[in-house]
């Protein structure tokens, strides 16, 4: 069975500083791995996914995420916050399962930028 | 494009009412799921649809029913309103059914049920 395991439900940074947020995942098989994001009143967007090959993800908005097998991770960060990075964020793992896509999202992290 | 589209956006009912949750897709994808997020969780999958007549129970199907008479609609049913159907349930869909596929979510139906 697959699980995603988001530490920290909320996460404070001011404008300008580093974002981190921590994602690890357990999978019996190869994973592909993902990262949505939820702003307000919004349905979930990709922000960037790892299915093969380089384990530095870059996504949108100036996101990336790197996937580190021994470590079982995929944590997502961004140099500096914006305002506008203000937003939930879920991890999700995936697998084919019976002919579609199964997800399994952790619980996500609502990411608060203050000025 | 439009994208994934759901309506209503909000609605309150009644403990034993029905009503249909809406969803439209117009990128012509083949696969379509419902989830619900209740606060503190993660999306859980109610039902899904690899195509036009097939559709199959996802994690938490119980007090829900689904259709799936085209490509384009996939609506969610629930026929006797709980109190624990209270949450926001997101539609999605894929082209394809690889695992390394994009989701592309709707906006939303906030549901409260009194």
């Known amino acids: 069975a697959q699980s995603v395991t988001q530490l920290g439900s909320h996460v404070s940074v001011s404008e300008g500083a580093l974002v981190l947020l921590r994602c690890n995942y357990s999978s019996s098989v190869p994973p592909y791995l993902f990262w949505y994001v939820q702003y307000p009143n919004q349905g979930l967007q990709l922000l960037l996914k790892?299915?093969?090959?380089?384990?530095l993800v870059k996504g949108i908005n100036g996101f990336e995420a790197e996937f580190k097998k021994s470590e079982t991770s995929f944590h997502l960060t961004k140099p500096s916050a914006h305002m506008s990075d203000a937003a939930e964020y879920f991890c999700a793992v995936s697998r084919q399962n019976t002919g579609f896509q199964k997800l399994v999202f952790g619980t996500g992290t609502r990411l608060l930028v203050s000025p | 494009n439009a994208g994934v589209t759901q309506t209503p956006k909000f609605r309150i009912l009644k403990i034993g009412q029905s009503m249909t949750l809406q969803c439209t897709q117009d990128?012509?994808?083949?696969?379509m799921y419902w989830y619900r997020q209740d606060p503190g969780m993660g999306l859980k999958l109610i039902y899904y649809s690899v195509g036009a007549g097939i559709t199959d129970k996802g994690e938490v199907p119980n007090g829900y029913n689904v259709s799936r008479s085209t490509t384009e609609d996939f609506p969610l049913r629930l026929e006797l309103a709980a109190p624990s159907q209270t949450s926001v349930y997101f539609c999605?869909?894929?082209?394809?059914?690889?695992?390394?596929?994009?989701?592309?979510f709707g906006p939303g139906t906030r549901l409260l049920v009194l």
């Open positions: 790892y299915t093969t090959g380089a384990t």
């Open positions: 999605a869909s894929t082209n394809k059914a690889g695992a390394r596929e994009t989701q592309y």
């Open positions: 990128m012509n994808h083949n696969y």
